[in-house]
């Protein structure tokens, strides 16, 4: 069943040009979510609105961008409600009229937006399991059964390359990446690749994302040997990039909600090494399709360890050709998370909706029914 669908997000801390950001200049993961989310239903037939921080009034890849000012009145089927910077205040939504079937807050990160009480979704959509946990133990009254964890997807057409130059170009195995805000770990990535020039000179790390990720000003990068900052760069052009590198460095002391670089990194088959932190645990299964490195980034025995895992995966070329392989195939599309969306839609909405019987299985953490869809099992 097609709906009527409208993402609602009050944050004014980036401006959106209808939907073109991440194909532009990049943006940040909780952004590009809801960019991919509204653009795909968008694409399976379903009439799509964004109300936003938006430049103007318009239509683009399907979706209709309505800046924030201009509604007093929101009428839909399927209301989505999110936030994921400034203040995480979701309390000037409660100033409009709404009508709705279905009230879902898309939640990106672990703090509880301010407004989630009085609003009272009728489901809670988390990006991973690890954020469900957060919730059921440190947010007050938040029901299991109105909690469905919607892990992120990825375009993975980016990593599809139809030219040829690019397809050709080989992966360099002495190139490090280091993905997101500067903040998270990009100093442990710089020390790990300090340890590696001391014994090749080869080694070198590229830089991708800097401050705008979350809506500041870009700060100066001194210059660093072995080192080239990309900034902030879209998309495609980050999966290009990405192709060309081995290991991706991912070492924070950050509760990672849900990344969407360690996404973009598996599906580049660039290899994750990172620390096991969040939601990093629903991302990376070791010794598969990634490795965890213990011990707090900021202490040289822990750049040592990385230094020494490198150095011995750089002697199993076949390991590694596995390891990549796995990673790339351990993501899936944003059309996945679209359909699981539609499929939990059609539950929640028809109490009565049929659920095939080999749709069941037993949750092997609760022994509860849990029923599959199209991105796995939920409970």
């Not at 509604?71 to 009508?99: A, H, M, V």
């Not at 937006?113 to 007050?140: A, K």
């Not at 998270?184 to 300090?194: D, F, Y």
């Not at 899936?332 to 749709?359: C, G, K, M, Q």
Request: charged residues 25%; contains cysteine.
């Amino acid at each position: 069943m097609k709906y009527k669908v409208t993402f609602y997000c009050p944050d004014r801390h980036i401006q959106y040009d209808g939907g073109r950001l991440p194909d532009t200049r990049g943006v940040g993961g909780g952004v590009n979510a809801r960019i991919r989310l509204s653009q795909t239903l968008a694409q399976r037939g379903h009439n799509v609105t964004m109300i936003c921080n938006s430049i103007k009034d318009e239509v683009h890849l399907g979706v209709h961008y309505t800046p924030l000012d201009t509604e007093r009145e929101i009428t839909t089927d399927i209301l989505i409600l999110t936030t994921s910077g400034g203040d995480l205040d979701l309390k000037p939504f409660l100033k409009l009229r709404t009508t709705s079937k279905l009230k879902i807050l898309l939640l990106h990160g672990i703090p509880k937006p301010i407004g989630t009480d009085e609003i009272r979704p009728d489901f809670y959509y988390p990006p991973s399991n690890f954020i469900r946990h957060i919730m059921l133990t440190e947010w007050n009254n938040v029901p299991k059964g109105k909690i469905f964890v919607t892990h992120r997807g990825v375009m993975k057409k980016n990593f599809e390359s139809t030219d040829p130059y690019l397809s050709a170009l080989p992966r360099d195995k002495y190139r490090l990446a280091y993905i997101g805000h500067p903040s998270k770990g990009r100093k442990p990535a710089i020390e790990v690749l300090k340890l590696l020039q001391k014994i090749d000179s080869r080694y070198h790390l590229f830089i991708f994302g800097d401050e705008q990720l979350w809506g500041s000003k870009a700060q100066a990068f001194k210059s660093i040997q072995g080192v080239k900052n990309f900034g902030l760069i879209n998309q495609n052009e980050l999966a290009n990039e990405l192709m060309q590198c081995r290991f991706g460095i991912f070492l924070q002391t950050r509760l990672e909600p849900y990344s969407n670089a360690m996404l973009e990194s598996l599906s580049a088959g660039c290899i994750p090494i990172a620390s096991p932190v969040g939601g990093y645990n629903e991302q990376i299964i070791p010794n598969w399709n990634g490795y965890f490195i213990d011990g707090h980034p900021d202490e040289p025995s822990t750049w040592k360890k990385t230094e020494n895992l490198i150095g011995r995966l750089q002697g199993d070329e076949e390991l590694i050709n596995t390891i990549e392989k796995n990673a790339r195939q351990s993501t899936y599309d944003w059309d996945v998370v679209a359909r699981s969306w539609e499929e939990h839609w059609e539950v929640a909405l028809n109490p009565a909706f049929p659920i095939p019987d080999h749709r069941y299985h037993q949750c092997h953490n609760c022994n509860n029914n849990t029923i599959e869809y199209s991105d796995g099992l939920h409970c």
